[in-house]
């Protein structure tokens, strides 16, 4: 570990007295370090990333912390090889934290965006993720989410053309099944369970986010999608901070369609089935 305590004091002035691995990425190693004027940090490398990788994260993390919502932690370094973030000790799930979670998400979702999409292409885990803003976020999510993947995952055997036909006939039904226009709201992108953590004070923090300006229903789904603690609770405090459009339970398989292509895509396994699965539902 002496070649990254090196690369963090040279990035952030301060001594480093030691380091310590941190379970759980697979992505990015993730070393804990512990500085010389008390503060604790992680620093996240991957050798050879893909360019603007840890610059796409930074200022998506960034972003998502002003919209004073849901806790960030802050960046306090980063260049084309490494990510350096405030320290979040982590606690075990708590039904109070799920509650403080709900809202808190809730405000950063309201804060919204300029636009449904960024101003740069960006990142969900290692995979590409298209950003080019369109006016509404039915033709943003099939042009710039689900077509991109379907069409990958087809090239890698992922899916069957019934399946893949299945989920062209949802996206060309996007406008009915989209619901109701609700402007752009500034979403995490990537709100499975392992981006969550749970820390100190019933604060429950966001990380590694594919952060641009979407739907809300979005990071819900997400969350739901693989599983996170308390869900219900989380769901319930959210809606009353800033109550659900009608039928959005309905709408919650054509927003886990992209996420379960990006999986068939980088997985393989059943997650094309799945994706097909849902789109089945949404047209029954």
Not at 72 to 91: I, M
Not at 270 to 276: D, E, I, K, L, S
Request: charge should be negative.
């Amino acid at each position: 570990m002496a070649g990254t305590a090196a690369r963090a004091e040279a990035l952030l002035g301060v001594g480093v007295v030691s380091t310590t691995p941190v379970a759980g990425g697979d992505i990015c190693t993730a070393t804990r370090l512990r500085m010389t004027d008390g503060r604790n940090a992680v620093i996240k490398t991957r050798s050879q990333a893909p360019a603007g990788f840890f610059r796409r994260e930074a200022e998506g993390l960034r972003w998502l912390r002003e919209a004073g919502g849901a806790p960030v932690p802050e960046v306090l370094a980063v260049d084309e090889e490494c990510l350096v973030l405030d320290w979040v000790e982590p606690v075990r799930p708590s039904a109070e934290a799920a509650d403080q979670l709900g809202r808190s998400l809730a405000a950063t979702h309201r804060a919204g965006a300029e636009t449904y999409g960024a101003e740069h292409d960006g990142f969900v885990g290692l995979a590409p993720l298209p950003n080019r803003p369109l006016p509404t976020w039915a033709e943003f999510y099939a042009s710039r989410r689900v077509m991109p993947y379907l069409r990958a995952a087809v090239d890698r055997a992922a899916l069957t053309t019934d399946d893949a036909e299945a989920i062209e006939q949802a996206m060309r039904r996007i406008h009915d099944l989209a619901g109701p226009e609700e402007g752009p709201a500034r979403i995490h992108g990537d709100l499975w369970s392992g981006n969550v953590v749970w820390g100190g004070e019933q604060q429950v923090w966001l990380i590694d986010p594919a952060a641009h300006g979407g739907h809300r229903e979005t990071d819900l789904a997400m969350l739901a999608l693989f599983g996170i603690p308390h869900l219900q609770r989380i769901l319930d405090s959210y809606d009353e901070v800033w109550p659900l459009a009608d039928g959005w339970r309905d709408r919650v398989a054509l927003h886990q369609l992209h996420p379960l292509l990006v999986h068939a895509v980088l997985f393989g396994g059943g997650y094309g089935a799945r994706a097909a699965a849902a789109a089945r539902a949404l047209l029954a």
